[in-house]
């Protein structure tokens, strides 16, 4: 295609040639397949062009609509976030100082009244202390021989003797399977700090 084709295709795609010229190349688009072809390729060409160029103006626009909402957001946000900050440290620091009025009032005298509760059983509280001693070892059913085990310890801190006691609460806060294992870390936890 030369350089005069190329320009009257050029006016025939932009609506610039007269009537009559305009017929006589619509007659020679019927005869001529490579113009025809050509013709069809600088259209498409120039729908391509177009919707980039649309495709451009959007993207423009969305950016000059973007800026603004985004800063004013951000600042919105900004002073919610501290707001909300500020009220989760006042929970926290209420929540801290009930937790920590509670432990005040239930220190050594729960560790009392559990261990008073415990020693009025009324099988195990009028044995002699050596007898308590050896049912650990003669215990038949091992419910037996976990409850004697727990008041034997039980018993030591009655009378004193803290080391002893300790070395039971500790075999039964071990033992997983046993029916006084949480009471057992209780005290411990309470009683042997």
């Not at 423009?60 to 500020?86: E, F, M, Y």
């Not at 006691?165 to 209780?186: F, M, S, T």
């Amino acid at each position: 295609m030369n350089h005069e084709q190329f320009d009257r295709v050029e006016a025939y795609l932009q609506n610039a040639l007269s009537g009559p010229e305009r017929l006589a190349f619509e007659s020679e688009l019927k005869e001529n397949t490579e113009l025809r072809t050509e013709v069809e390729v600088q259209q498409k060409i120039r729908l391509g062009l177009r919707a980039l160029a649309i495709e451009k103006r959007i993207l423009d626009a969305r950016k000059r609509t973007q800026i603004t909402p985004k800063t004013t957001i951000v600042r919105t946000l900004g002073k919610v976030q501290n707001w909300g900050l500020a009220a989760s440290v006042a929970v926290m620091l209420g929540a801290g100082w009930l937790a920590w009025q509670y432990n005040q009032e239930s220190g050594s005298s729960q560790l009392r009244e559990l261990a008073e509760q415990e020693m009025t059983d009324v099988r195990y509280k009028s044995m002699p202390f050596d007898s308590l001693q050896n049912i650990t070892k003669n215990a038949n059913s091992e419910d037996a021989r976990q409850k004697a085990e727990w008041y034997v310890a039980l018993a030591y801190m009655h009378e004193g003797k803290k080391k002893e006691a300790k070395g039971l609460l500790i075999g039964i806060a071990k033992n997983p399977d046993h029916a006084y294992q949480k009471r057992a870390e209780k005290l411990l936890k309470e009683g042997f700090k």
